[in-house]
Nanobody
Framework: QVQLVESGGGLVQAGGSLRLSCAAS????????MRWHRQAPGKQRELVAT???????NYADSVKGRFTISRDNARNTVYLQMNSLKPEDTAVYYC????????????WGQGTQVTVSS
């Protein structure tokens, strides 16, 4: 069984930065797209950023120019560098990856809280 383990969340003041990490629990995996999502209280989960296996990235309009998604394929890890944080970025952040075990499946991390104070 594969698990995605997230780290890096916390409390930061507006304008500050945080870096989230999400690592797969096993090595030598075939991983397709990796994504970060977030869910604020009382709101639906939204897609924040995507990176393909080839390194092509895509971002929600709300984070373009502030957030950067990257991955280390050797470590089966995806990162989210968040700069110029705003209070509206406060949410639980989840990583998600398409991983091949017996078949291609979506795996999710447990979530990490990011709180931005004004």
């Amino acid at each position: 069984q594969v698990q995605l383990v997230e780290s890096g969340g916390g409390l930061v003041q507006a304008g500050g930065s945080l870096r989230l990490s999400c690592a797969a629990s096993r090595s030598s995996l075939s991983i397709n797209a990796m994504r970060w999502h977030r869910q604020a209280p009382g709101k639906q989960r939204e897609l924040v950023a995507t990176i393909t296996s080839g390194g092509v990235t895509n971002y929600a309009d709300s984070v373009k120019g502030r957030f950067t998604i990257s991955r280390d394929n050797a470590r089966n890890t995806v990162y989210l560098q968040m700069n110029s944080l705003k209070p509206e970025d406060t949410a639980v952040y989840y990583c998600n990856a398409e991983i091949l075990t017996y078949k291609w499946e979506d795996y999710w991390g447990q979530g990490t809280q990011v709180t931005v104070s004004s």
